[in-house]
């Protein structure tokens, strides 16, 4: 069974500054990791993802991951926020199956103060 | 990019009445839908699975005879809510996997907010 941990609930950052949201995880097998953005009553959005290669991830709006597998963590950055960015980030992962279900971290809040 | 469009985004129904949502994927063959239940200021909790043409698997916890979900085709998934009432009202999403689509990631829809009076 997979779980997903994202310590922090809410993250308040003012306007131009770095953020980090942290999201760690357990797993007993291999798996992809996505994080997605959801902004109010909207759907999800995914920033980016990890399957392979590579552990420094990319994303859109600026944002990236690095993959560390032996600390099980992905955490997610950004070297300056804007307002734009007000939003609720979820941390997923997923088992090496291309239809397997996704299970979400409980979420971080991030609140960009001008 | 791969699209999956979700109606109504909102929707208001008087107890005891159904309501039916769709989700279609627009520009992919979703074999595998999924849908999910949010709660205010929580994350999204899976209710089902739908593969097309077979039975959904639910969740434990999830009646699957008040949440009847049908994938009759690759592009379409519906989840009725059966006589609704109000501690049924929420934000439903749903999400698509399959071929054409965001590899090993999932498309999600905008979401339905449905509020039971």
């Known amino acids: 069974a997979q779980s997903v941990t994202q310590l922090d609930s809410q993250v308040p950052v003012f306007e131009e500054a770095p953020v980090e949201l942290r999201c760690n995880y357990s797993s007993s097998v291999s798996v992809y990791l996505f994080w997605y953005v959801q902004y109010p009553n909207q759907g999800l959005q995914l920033l980016l993802k990890y399957l392979s290669g590579s552990t420094l991830v990319k994303g859109i709006n600026g944002f990236e991951a690095e993959f560390n597998k032996s600390q099980t963590s992905f955490h997610l950055r950004k070297p300056s926020v804007h307002i734009s960015d007000t939003a609720e980030y979820f941390c997923?992962?997923?088992?090496?199956?291309?239809?397997?279900?996704?299970?979400f971290g409980s979420g971080t809040r991030l609140s960009i103060r001008p | 990019g791969a699209v999956v469009s979700q109606h109504p985004s909102r929707v208001i129904c008087k107890s005891g009445t159904s309501v039916k949502i769709e989700c279609r994927s627009l520009?992919?063959?979703?074999?595998?839908m999924f849908w999910y239940r949010q709660f205010p200021k929580q994350s999204l909790m899976l209710m089902a699975t739908?593969?097309?043409?077979?039975?959904?698997?639910?969740e434990q916890g999830v009646e699957k005879d008040k949440f009847l979900i049908n994938h009759a085709s690759l592009t379409l998934s519906t989840l009725t809510v059966t006589s609704a009432h109000p501690e049924d009202s929420s934000f439903y999403i749903c999400s698509a996997s399959g071929q054409g689509g965001t590899n090993y990631g999932y498309t999600f829809g905008s979401g339905t907010r449905l509020t039971v009076v």
């Open positions: 739908s593969n097309e043409g077979s039975k959904a698997t639910y």
């Open positions: 997923a992962v997923t088992p090496y199956s291309s239809a397997s279900k996704i299970i």
């Open positions: 520009d992919f063959q979703a074999t595998t």
